[in-house]
């Protein structure tokens, strides 16, 4: 499964703390984040993914990550 999610990061600092927080609960999966698109993309390849438990992630940090269909 392929998630993509638009979102506000900043920083290649504050990207890199996010993936690997991310690691942690998608075991074997691949998380990248792309800081030159103007939407500051997050891809997420794992078994499973749930949308919400990866916004709901990035509101409790004070940022913001918005599902692209």
Avoid: W
């Avoid at 900043?10 to 698109?37: C, G, N, V």
């Avoid at 891809?43 to 949308?51: G, H």
């Amino acid at each position: 499964m392929i998630e993509v999610f638009k979102t506000n990061v900043s920083d290649a600092e504050q990207s890199q703390r996010i993936l690997e927080e991310l690691s942690s609960h998608f075991l074997e999966s691949r998380l990248t984040f792309d800081l030159d698109d103007c939407d500051k993309i997050l891809r997420i390849e794992a078994q499973s993914i749930c949308p919400l438990f990866i916004c709901d992630y990035f509101h409790k940090k004070g940022l913001c990550a918005e599902l692209l269909m």
